[in-house]
């Protein structure tokens, strides 16, 4: 079992910054792609970034260039430098960690969601 532990949310004005982290601990294999969602309200939930244990990224269309994800795999940790914020990036924002055993098993685990606000 995965536990994921999400921190650094908060208020933040338009055009400023804020640093989200995510620790997975627990009995874990081995971590495959980490990465960020987030959820609006009325709104789906979408991808915002996605690395994975190589070091690739991709990243929802209305954050690329403003958003940087980033990850520590010594310690099972991810990383979302949000930077140029809009008042639409507020939602709540999902870290989600894959975890990976040997084919075809794999494991999905969630983050009990960080809020993210930003005022015009």
């Known amino acids: 079992q995965v536990h994921l532990v999400e921190s650094g949310g908060g208020w933040v004005q338009a055009g400023g910054s804020l640093r989200l982290s995510c620790a997975a601990s627990?009995?874990?294999?081995?971590?495959?792609?980490m990465g960020w969602y987030r959820q609006a309200p009325g709104k789906q939930r979408e991808l915002v970034a996605v690395?994975?244990?190589?070091?690739?990224?991709n990243y929802g269309d209305s954050v690329k260039g403003r958003f940087t994800i980033s990850r520590d795999n010594a310690k099972n940790t991810v990383y979302l430098q949000m930077n140029s914020l809009k008042a639409e990036d507020t939602a709540v924002y999902y870290c989600?960690?894959?975890?990976?055993?040997?084919?075809?098993?794999?494991?999905?685990?969630w983050g009990q969601g960080t809020q993210v606000t930003v005022s015009s």
């Open positions: 690395i994975t244990s190589g070091g690739s990224t």
């Open positions: 627990g009995s874990i294999h081995s971590i495959g792609d």
């Open positions: 989600h960690v894959r975890e990976v055993w040997p084919t075809p098993y794999e494991y999905d685990y």
